[in-house]
């Protein structure tokens, strides 16, 4: 080698390492952090690569991941991209629910707004919206109007949530993209077994930190489930339209919030208002009509083959069997009866009937004119229902008389149910072509959120079953009251397997995490296929069916067994009487994911106190401290809880109920039975 060469090389060698220290040099780093501290938000531009990593008491809890997103016709928005400009702010303040689980919502967070640029003659600059919490963290993409985005096409979202140094941290999880929409058994497993899940996906790391990975703000854009790559490595994973793109926007668009809530136990998961904070503001003005309230119906007769939805000898909404729930309802102080099956369409396979339902035209028994004079006399309300089985064209083609045939006879909520397979929603297209669609991607966020939109027109709130998973909007679409999604008590009569007892015990820490849930509790006769371990049936205990009122939290709650259950336990059946929907404030008291949770609320504009708790398969003692409690206040407590006898297998009914005086300096031992809990009054005197 020459002495010429010799220089060349060493010349190059030396720009190599210039060019790398130089681009050491402008990568950027910026954070925000939670106002208490404990969680930092960074995010950085090394390699022009945008990434961002979560620490919370200075441990990674989302490793270094990457950001971006993909588009069919355009640039991307992944390499390339430096920290253009950054901008802060601060909220503290405060915002009150019209219902819910707490009146009082506190809104404190630190944000950053982080402008990504590239040089590029198209595609090239894109925000990053990120607010750190207390209890967690929200980011989201913010694109504005730029040459060559009028009109996209996104193929890709990029964000991950990597956890690689955690792939043997504990997680609960339901798969995605399957059949059953939401409606399948938690998995526990470690993270490494995870395939691809629904959110809200949650974790307990190693070092005992709670993770919860979910999205607020659903509008307008497709689903995100966690897809696991390597082991650690989950990425968005968005639920596709019919031709294969995830989303279709044009002009100026946000997505959702991508959620992260953090939390050093498990309770601390329970006493997050994340989700609801990173939604906008009530946008229907006075929704004084939107009314919590408990409800019977005819329901459960026909998940027990007492009744059928379709006509015949069977047929439970006929005139005369809603008079007879209505004098129930009225007798026992509930405000409406739901009724399934009054209208055409029923008959036959009705999980195929999506073509052929009426939503205006009742059977023959039905006499909807002589069912509003008798509610209106007897003080309660007709609750409608309309089942679309999949086909949402003939609904929203029939939606606004609907919903107009119902405010004339006073319906004021009305149950709409999407029963189809997964990805087999049948939508017609402009050119009159049938399509299917995700009960998940862009179409059905759309289509569910018109059909809450239109119902509020008639002063109508909505309890969607078979839904696209709650993210928040009860705040901003008030009237959205209740959803589904997950699996319900309707499971133990037909689910084969039912429910498992840890089941319930999962629920608040996933699931309820997003927001309320109609399950439908409140079953009393568990005999109806026979007790012991292997049938169908709910494989809790009575005092468990009690404390669902309290821990699956929902507005409007059903007692979902039949009258004459009710009627043969009237001692057990005054707590479901007396427990409200509405609630001042809740607290998690304790619990651990999918073994046991407790739960104190205090009834909205009261100093009453409910609580419940509820156990897995095992049997467990507790220790409940009342110090939430108003001090110097006495207290009669009303308790329901399992017997020493009791068990869910063979036993499940027994129940001891019983009173005491307590203040907020009391403890209250309790022991659950397996599957068991208990429910508890606090009147102040």
Request: aromatic residues 12%; glycine residues 8%.
């Amino acid at each position: 080698m020459n002495k010429l060469t010799r220089l060349n090389k060493t010349f190059c060698y030396l720009l190599t390492i210039l060019s790398a220290l130089s681009a050491a040099v402008v990568a950027k780093e910026v954070k925000v952090t939670s106002p208490d501290g404990r969680i930092t938000f960074t995010v950085s531009d090394d390699d022009k690569t945008p990434k961002y990593r979560i620490d919370f008491n200075d441990q990674e809890v989302i490793e270094p991941s990457a950001l971006g997103l993909v588009f069919r016709d355009s640039d991307y928005f992944e390499a390339g991209f430096e920290i253009q400009s950054t901008t802060r702010n601060q909220v503290n303040a405060t915002w009150e629910q019209p219902w819910g689980e707490s009146k009082n919502i506190v809104d404190h967070h630190n944000e950053l707004n982080v402008t990504f640029s590239a040089d590029r003659d198209k595609v090239n600059t894109y925000g990053l919206r990120i607010r750190v919490f207390n209890d967690g963290v929200g980011f989201r993409y913010e694109v504005p109007e730029q040459k060559g985005l009028n009109q996209v096409n996104i193929t890709n979202e990029l964000t991950e949530f990597v956890m690689e140094k955690n792939a043997d941290a504990t997680a609960w999880w339901i798969p995605t993209r399957g059949w059953n929409r939401y409606e399948y058994v938690y998995n526990t497993t470690t993270l490494r077994e995870v395939d691809r899940a629904h959110t809200p996906f949650t974790m307990k790391l190693t070092n005992g930190v709670h993770v919860s990975i979910h999205e607020a703000a659903l509008v307008d854009y497709a689903a995100m489930s966690l897809d696991q790559r390597r082991h650690g490595f989950l990425k968005a994973d968005l639920a596709p339209w019919s031709d294969g793109v995830l989303v279709k926007k044009q002009g100026a668009f946000n997505t959702p919030w991508r959620t992260v809530q953090i939390s050093d136990d498990a309770t601390g998961l329970l006493n997050s208002h994340l989700i609801l904070n990173l939604n906008e503001p009530n946008k229907l003005g006075d929704v004084a009509w939107v009314e919590p309230g408990k409800y019977v119906g005819i329901w459960w007769g026909m998940h027990i083959n007492e009744n059928t939805w379709g006509s015949g000898d069977k047929h439970g909404a006929t005139t005369d069997e809603v008079k007879r729930y209505m004098d129930f309802a009225a007798q026992y102080g509930f405000d409406g009866v739901l009724v399934e099956g009054w209208n055409i369409g029923w008959d036959g396979n009705w999980f195929f009937n999506g073509d052929v339902f009426s939503f205006t035209e009742s059977y023959p028994d039905f006499d909807m004119d002589a069912i509003y004079k008798y509610a209106k006399d007897k003080g309660v309300r007709l609750i409608g229902h309309h089942e679309t089985s999949g086909n949402v064209t003939n609904y929203r083609n029939q939606m606004e008389a609907a919903f107009a045939l119902y405010q004339k006879h006073n319906v004021a909520q009305v149950k709409t149910g999407y029963v189809a397979d997964g990805g087999n929603i049948k939508r017609i297209d402009e050119n009159g072509v049938a399509r299917k669609e995700w009960h998940d991607g862009q179409f059905m966020v759309n289509e569910y959120l018109y059909n809450i939109k239109m119902a509020a027109k008639y002063k109508i709130s909505i309890n969607t079953h078979e839904p696209v998973k709650d993210t928040g909007l009860r705040r901003t679409y008030p009237n959205w009251i209740s959803r589904e999604g997950a699996r319900g008590q309707e499971f133990n009569a037909w689910g084969n397997p039912p429910n498992p007892p840890e089941h319930a015990a999962i629920l608040p820490y996933t699931r309820m995490l997003s927001g309320p849930m109609d399950f439908t509790p409140g079953i009393f006769d568990m005999s109806f296929n026979g007790l012991g371990a292997d049938t169908n049936r709910p494989q809790t205990t009575l005092a468990k069916q009690l404390a669902l009122y309290v821990v699956l939290y929902s507005p409007i709650q059903m007692a979902a067994d039949l009258p004459r259950n009710y009627q043969a336990n009237l001692p057990a059946f005054q707590f479901i009487q007396d427990v409200p929907t509405d609630w001042e404030k809740s607290i998690a008291l304790d619990g651990e994911v999918g073994d046991f949770v407790i739960f104190a609320r205090q009834q909205r504009d009261s100093n009453d106190w409910f609580i419940g708790g509820l156990t897995d398969e095992d049997a467990r003692d507790v220790s409940v401290a009342l110090t939430f409690l108003q001090p110097g206040v006495k207290y009669r407590a009303q308790i329901y809880r399992d017997s020493e006898d009791t068990n869910w297998v063979d036993n499940p009914a027994e129940i001891t109920i019983e009173e005491k005086l307590v203040t907020a300096k009391d403890t209250l031992k309790l022991t659950m039975a397996n599957s068991g809990g208990f429910a508890i009054r606090l009147q102040a005197q």
